[in-house]
Protein backbone atom coordinates (compact mmCIF):
# COMPACT_ATOMS: atom_id res chain seq x y z
CA UNK A 1 0.00 0.00 0.00
CA UNK A 2 2.81 2.53 0.81
CA UNK A 3 4.25 1.78 -2.56
CA UNK A 4 1.00 2.74 -4.23
CA UNK A 5 1.01 6.07 -1.44
CA UNK A 6 4.57 7.14 -1.93
CA UNK A 7 4.06 7.50 -5.98
CA UNK A 8 0.20 9.51 -5.43
CA UNK A 9 1.57 12.92 -3.73
CA UNK A 10 1.24 16.38 -5.78
CA UNK A 11 1.17 20.35 -4.30
CA UNK A 12 -1.86 21.58 -3.19
CA UNK A 13 -2.45 25.17 -1.38
CA UNK A 14 -4.21 25.10 1.53
CA UNK A 15 -6.80 27.74 2.81
CA UNK A 16 -4.33 29.93 4.21
CA UNK A 17 -2.28 30.56 0.96
CA UNK A 18 0.59 28.58 2.66
CA UNK A 19 1.69 26.41 -0.11
CA UNK A 20 1.97 23.18 1.16
CA UNK A 21 4.62 20.42 0.23
CA UNK A 22 2.47 17.37 -0.53
CA UNK A 23 -1.49 16.16 -1.24
CA UNK A 24 -2.24 13.06 -1.74
CA UNK A 25 -4.91 12.29 -4.41
CA UNK A 26 -6.79 9.80 -2.41
CA UNK A 27 -7.90 8.87 1.72
CA UNK A 28 -5.35 6.46 2.76
CA UNK A 29 -6.61 3.56 4.42
CA UNK A 30 -5.95 1.93 7.25
CA UNK A 31 -3.40 4.79 8.47
CA UNK A 32 -5.72 5.99 11.78
CA UNK A 33 -5.76 9.49 13.12
CA UNK A 34 -2.62 11.13 14.65
CA UNK A 35 -2.08 14.51 16.48
CA UNK A 36 1.59 15.17 16.30
CA UNK A 37 1.67 16.64 19.63
CA UNK A 38 1.56 12.91 21.04
CA UNK A 39 5.04 11.45 19.75
CA UNK A 40 6.94 9.75 22.44
CA UNK A 41 9.90 11.79 23.57
CA UNK A 42 12.52 8.73 22.26
CA UNK A 43 10.61 9.57 18.42
CA UNK A 44 11.07 12.99 18.29
CA UNK A 45 14.80 13.39 20.02
CA UNK A 46 16.28 10.24 18.16
CA UNK A 47 17.47 12.17 15.11
CA UNK A 48 20.48 14.10 13.44
CA UNK A 49 18.01 16.74 12.46
CA UNK A 50 14.78 17.38 10.96
CA UNK A 51 13.49 17.04 7.25
CA UNK A 52 14.56 20.75 6.77
CA UNK A 53 17.70 20.92 8.24
CA UNK A 54 21.01 20.59 6.34
CA UNK A 55 23.07 17.61 6.25
CA UNK A 56 26.10 18.67 8.55
CA UNK A 57 23.69 19.34 11.56
CA UNK A 58 24.10 18.50 14.73
CA UNK A 59 26.40 16.06 16.54
CA UNK A 60 26.40 12.65 15.24
CA UNK A 61 28.02 9.05 14.06
CA UNK A 62 29.62 9.42 10.46
CA UNK A 63 29.22 6.32 8.74
CA UNK A 64 30.89 6.10 5.38
CA UNK A 65 31.49 3.34 2.44
CA UNK A 66 32.11 2.79 -1.33
CA UNK A 67 31.13 1.18 -4.19
CA UNK A 68 29.92 0.15 -7.45
CA UNK A 69 27.20 -1.00 -9.78
CA UNK A 70 26.45 -1.55 -13.34
CA UNK A 71 23.23 -0.87 -15.45
CA UNK A 72 20.80 -3.50 -14.07
CA UNK A 73 22.88 -4.53 -10.88
CA UNK A 74 21.89 -4.35 -7.43
CA UNK A 75 23.96 -3.05 -4.53
CA UNK A 76 23.46 -3.60 -1.11
CA UNK A 77 25.35 -2.70 1.87
CA UNK A 78 24.13 -3.36 6.17
CA UNK A 79 24.72 -1.07 8.48
CA UNK A 80 23.83 -1.08 12.12
CA UNK A 81 22.08 -3.91 13.72
CA UNK A 82 19.35 -4.42 11.16
CA UNK A 83 19.46 -1.71 8.92
CA UNK A 84 20.51 -1.71 4.87
CA UNK A 85 21.23 0.60 1.82
CA UNK A 86 20.32 -0.24 -1.11
CA UNK A 87 20.51 0.57 -4.84
CA UNK A 88 17.24 -0.92 -6.63
CA UNK A 89 17.66 -1.17 -10.37
CA UNK A 90 14.67 -0.20 -12.28
CA UNK A 91 15.34 -1.56 -15.65
CA UNK A 92 17.90 -1.08 -18.41
CA UNK A 93 16.98 2.20 -19.56
CA UNK A 94 15.99 3.61 -16.17
CA UNK A 95 18.94 3.50 -13.27
CA UNK A 96 18.03 2.84 -9.55
CA UNK A 97 16.16 4.47 -6.35
CA UNK A 98 18.01 4.81 -3.51
CA UNK A 99 16.48 2.74 -0.42
CA UNK A 100 17.00 2.24 3.15
CA UNK A 101 15.06 -0.71 4.69
CA UNK A 102 14.79 -3.43 7.36
CA UNK A 103 17.42 -6.23 6.72
CA UNK A 104 14.74 -8.87 6.92
CA UNK A 105 15.62 -11.44 4.50
CA UNK A 106 12.45 -12.78 2.44
CA UNK A 107 10.38 -10.36 3.96
CA UNK A 108 9.06 -8.54 0.74
CA UNK A 109 6.30 -6.20 2.39
CA UNK A 110 9.17 -4.14 4.09
CA UNK A 111 8.86 -0.34 4.52
CA UNK A 112 11.15 1.51 2.34
CA UNK A 113 12.83 4.12 5.59
CA UNK A 114 13.65 7.31 2.68
CA UNK A 115 10.64 8.23 0.75
CA UNK A 116 8.83 9.00 3.77
CA UNK A 117 10.55 12.07 5.23
CA UNK A 118 12.08 13.08 1.91
CA UNK A 119 9.93 15.54 -0.29
CA UNK A 120 8.94 16.03 -3.04
CA UNK A 121 6.53 13.16 -3.14
CA UNK A 122 5.55 13.75 -6.57
CA UNK A 123 7.68 14.57 -9.59
CA UNK A 124 11.57 14.29 -9.73
CA UNK A 125 13.37 13.25 -6.00
CA UNK A 126 16.85 12.89 -5.20
CA UNK A 127 16.12 9.34 -5.00
CA UNK A 128 15.61 8.88 -8.45
CA UNK A 129 18.73 7.86 -9.84
CA UNK A 130 18.09 7.32 -13.19
CA UNK A 131 17.04 9.15 -16.81
CA UNK A 132 13.32 9.94 -16.04
CA UNK A 133 11.20 13.06 -15.54
CA UNK A 134 12.49 14.52 -18.49
CA UNK A 135 16.28 14.31 -16.95
CA UNK A 136 18.87 12.70 -19.53
CA UNK A 137 21.52 10.46 -18.29
CA UNK A 138 24.20 12.24 -18.20
CA UNK A 139 22.70 15.00 -16.10
CA UNK A 140 21.36 12.47 -13.53
CA UNK A 141 24.88 11.48 -12.74
CA UNK A 142 25.77 15.42 -12.57
CA UNK A 143 23.23 15.58 -10.26
CA UNK A 144 25.31 14.87 -6.92
CA UNK A 145 25.56 15.06 -4.38
CA UNK A 146 22.24 13.58 -3.44
CA UNK A 147 20.83 14.68 -0.21
CA UNK A 148 18.35 11.88 1.73
CA UNK A 149 16.61 11.62 4.74
CA UNK A 150 15.39 8.39 6.68
CA UNK A 151 13.82 7.11 9.75
CA UNK A 152 15.92 4.84 11.99
CA UNK A 153 12.99 1.74 12.63
CA UNK A 154 9.53 0.98 12.15
CA UNK A 155 7.92 2.85 14.72
CA UNK A 156 9.40 6.27 13.23
CA UNK A 157 8.27 5.12 9.93
CA UNK A 158 4.65 4.40 10.94
CA UNK A 159 4.75 7.77 12.80
CA UNK A 160 6.24 9.88 9.95
CA UNK A 161 3.37 7.96 7.57
CA UNK A 162 0.76 9.18 9.78
CA UNK A 163 1.75 12.69 9.24
CA UNK A 164 2.06 12.01 6.07
CA UNK A 165 -1.21 11.01 5.45
CA UNK A 166 -2.72 13.91 7.84
CA UNK A 167 -1.08 16.27 5.74
CA UNK A 168 -1.97 14.97 2.47
CA UNK A 169 -5.20 13.87 2.66
CA UNK A 170 -8.19 15.30 0.69
CA UNK A 171 -11.51 15.99 2.71
CA UNK A 172 -13.53 12.86 2.98
CA UNK A 173 -17.15 13.45 2.53
CA UNK A 174 -18.02 11.73 5.62
CA UNK A 175 -15.76 13.84 8.05
CA UNK A 176 -18.31 17.21 9.04
CA UNK A 177 -15.89 19.68 10.01
CA UNK A 178 -15.31 22.87 8.22
CA UNK A 179 -13.09 23.49 4.99
CA UNK A 180 -10.96 25.54 7.18
CA UNK A 181 -10.78 23.04 10.68
CA UNK A 182 -9.64 19.78 8.08
CA UNK A 183 -7.05 22.33 6.63
CA UNK A 184 -5.62 23.38 9.83
CA UNK A 185 -5.38 20.21 10.76
CA UNK A 186 -3.13 19.28 7.45
CA UNK A 187 -1.25 22.21 7.65
CA UNK A 188 -0.39 21.43 11.25
CA UNK A 189 0.94 17.89 10.59
CA UNK A 190 3.07 19.41 7.59
CA UNK A 191 4.75 21.52 9.97
CA UNK A 192 5.33 18.66 12.10
CA UNK A 193 6.73 16.77 9.36
CA UNK A 194 8.88 19.52 8.26
CA UNK A 195 10.23 18.57 12.04
CA UNK A 196 10.37 15.39 12.57
CA UNK A 197 13.83 14.29 13.83
CA UNK A 198 16.13 11.96 10.96
CA UNK A 199 18.76 10.51 9.88
CA UNK A 200 20.77 11.72 6.84
CA UNK A 201 22.24 10.42 4.29
CA UNK A 202 24.27 11.72 1.00
CA UNK A 203 25.31 9.58 -1.90
CA UNK A 204 27.90 11.13 -4.14
CA UNK A 205 28.74 10.31 -7.29
CA UNK A 206 32.39 9.83 -8.04
CA UNK A 207 33.14 8.24 -11.70
CA UNK A 208 30.15 7.47 -14.27
CA UNK A 209 30.02 5.46 -18.07
CA UNK A 210 26.80 6.43 -19.52
CA UNK A 211 25.31 4.28 -22.88
CA UNK A 212 23.10 4.89 -25.63
CA UNK A 213 20.49 2.84 -27.06
CA UNK A 214 17.04 2.47 -29.27
CA UNK A 215 15.09 2.20 -25.98
CA UNK A 216 16.79 4.91 -24.29
CA UNK A 217 17.04 7.44 -27.27
CA UNK A 218 18.65 10.91 -26.79
CA UNK A 219 17.71 10.42 -22.74
CA UNK A 220 20.83 7.63 -22.53
CA UNK A 221 21.32 5.12 -19.71
CA UNK A 222 23.72 5.04 -17.18
CA UNK A 223 26.38 1.88 -17.95
CA UNK A 224 27.66 1.93 -14.78
CA UNK A 225 28.66 3.98 -11.32
CA UNK A 226 30.93 4.84 -8.70
CA UNK A 227 30.20 6.02 -5.67
CA UNK A 228 30.34 7.15 -2.04
CA UNK A 229 27.56 7.06 0.39
CA UNK A 230 27.46 9.50 3.90
CA UNK A 231 25.20 8.18 6.41
CA UNK A 232 24.68 10.54 9.78
CA UNK A 233 23.26 8.74 12.71
CA UNK A 234 22.23 9.72 15.99
CA UNK A 235 25.11 9.11 18.68
CA UNK A 236 23.36 6.11 20.23
CA UNK A 237 22.95 4.40 17.21
CA UNK A 238 24.41 0.72 17.23
CA UNK A 239 27.04 0.96 14.93
CA UNK A 240 27.54 -3.06 15.63
CA UNK A 241 26.83 -5.76 12.79
CA UNK A 242 27.60 -3.50 10.07
CA UNK A 243 29.79 -4.44 7.41
CA UNK A 244 33.58 -4.35 7.65
CA UNK A 245 33.44 -2.06 4.85
CA UNK A 246 32.06 0.66 6.72
CA UNK A 247 34.23 3.73 8.11
CA UNK A 248 32.68 4.92 11.85
CA UNK A 249 33.67 8.25 12.84
CA UNK A 250 32.37 8.84 16.67
CA UNK A 251 34.45 12.14 16.88
CA UNK A 252 31.33 14.47 16.73
CA UNK A 253 29.96 12.64 19.45
CA UNK A 254 33.20 12.35 21.63
CA UNK A 255 33.09 16.18 21.48
CA UNK A 256 29.94 16.92 22.45
CA UNK A 257 30.47 14.48 25.22
CA UNK A 258 33.42 16.17 26.50
CA UNK A 259 32.00 19.97 26.44
CA UNK A 260 29.38 18.58 28.43
CA UNK A 261 31.54 16.97 30.92
CA UNK A 262 33.62 20.01 31.31
Known sequence: MWALCKNALASVRFFDGTLAVFALLF????????TPSTLPSQVVT???????SPFEEGACILLSFRGEVSTNQAFERRFGDGLLFRLVPKGEQFGWDIEVVPDRPGDTSQSEYIWVVTPPYHFWNPRYLDASYGMSASEAVRSSPRNFNFVLN???YKK???LVA???TSHPQSDKRSAEEFA???????NALFKFPVAKGRLIILKSRIGTSDESGKQGFIKWLEFRVDLRVPCDFSAIGGSAKISVDHSECLAERNEKRE
Open 154 to 156: EEQ
Open 27 to 34: VMPGTGRY
Open 166 to 168: LAV
Open 160 to 162: AAD
Open 184 to 190: KESQDAA
Open 46 to 52: AGCGTVK
